[in-house]
């Protein structure tokens, strides 16, 4: 997924001003906006109030998810998210978005406040026991806390901020041993340690204006657990799966079943020249290409490689 198609999101206590705000933005951004709780109300005829009142909080939260959800599926739009939906929603916030907290004092919030319209939010009491709860919550799923004066100001702050947000985001997998990097058969893999490919890699990122994320792990399941959940949150992979190229069908699994992330397969050495055994990749397949004998060097290609991909 390209950069520019991350969703922005806002979040924040109810009163905020994240419709307000959103709505700015969407004219800053030439991004689509939507307000989670007026496209609730359109689809069900009640506000948000009048259908908690009359069906309850519990079905209240079930269609706030579905509505989510769908808004979810797009594409680089702004999203205004009522005050709860952080709460039950952490999960699907974090695939395809940049979230921003928008945050003002809740005495200035209370302000504002039309009592009749929200009947968890109805005074400063209420605020700042609800704040009590949610406040962790928000600036655990924000990427970012916009604390503006103004809807004005707040909004430029979005944009700002969200700049950085939309930089090509690239996971670096690293499999079993590689942390040996340096002591693990220096002459086939060099005098160089782990921490040094990641420095090398590092500078070529920043280099190129791109957010690269590293994890070496020595157990399979963790690796599967990494790739399944870049879905949504990175634009590319570069995997180096030691052993487990050659026999790892579940790394394979993992990497076909989240192909929205293309994955580029590297190996330090040439293993087309080494023992028959590590000839044999089963993971190859499962990316756009594979890179060997390329040093520290084919990381960086294998980056140049999905960049092209993501122009």
């Known amino acids: 997924m390209k950069p520019q198609e991350r969703n922005i999101i806002l979040i924040g206590m109810p009163g905020v001003g994240k419709t307000t705000v959103g709505r700015l933005v ?17 689809e069900t005829g009640k506000t948000c109030a009048e259908f908690i009142i009359s069906r309850g909080g519990e079905e209240f939260r079930r269609e706030e998810r579905a509505v989510l959800r769908r808004l979810m599926s797009r594409r680089g739009v702004v999203i205004a998210c009522g005050g709860g939906v952080p709460v039950y929603n ?20 209370a302000k504002g406040l039309d009592a009749s319209s929200r009947p968890l939010s109805g005074n400063l009491d209420d605020l700042k026991a609800l704040f009590a709860k949610r406040g962790d919550i928000y600036s655990r799923c924000a990427d970012f806390t916009v604390t503006s004066d103004t809807a004005n100001e707040a909004a430029k702050s979005v944009v700002d901020g969200v700049k950085k947000y939309m930089k090509a985001k690239i996971l670096v997998i690293n499999g079993p041993n590689l942390n040996m990097l340096g002591i693990r058969e220096p002459g086939v893999y060099g005098s160089e340690s782990y921490e040094d490919l990641c ?13 690269a994320e590293f994890i070496q792990s020595n157990h399979e399941g963790e690796l599967i657990d ?3 959940s870049s879905l949504g949150e990175f634009d590319g992979i570069v995997i180096n799966p030691g052993a487990y190229t050659h026999y790892s069908y579940a790394v394979y699994d993992a990497l ?4 929205a992330v293309p994955a580029v397969e590297v190996h330090i050495s040439d293993i087309a020249s080494r023992e028959n055994w590590r000839q044999i990749s089963v993971t ?4 756009v290409v594979q890179i060997t004998g390329r040093g520290f060097q084919g990381y960086v290609d294998a980056i140049d490689l999905l960049l092209e991909r993501l122009a």
């Open 284 to 287: 190859a397949s499962a990316c």
């Open 199 to 211: 420095d090398y890699i590092r500078q070529a990122a920043d280099e190129r204006g791109i957010t």
């Open 226 to 228: 990494v790739i399944q």
């Open 26 to 42: 969407s004219e800053l951004s030439g991004r689509e906006f939507y307000d989670s709780d007026a496209v609730l109300e359109a």
């Open 90 to 109: 952490e999960d699907l916030l974090r695939k395809n978005s940049v979230v921003v907290y928008l945050c003002r004092p809740l005495e200035e919030i």
């Open 256 to 259: 076909k079943a989240v192909t």
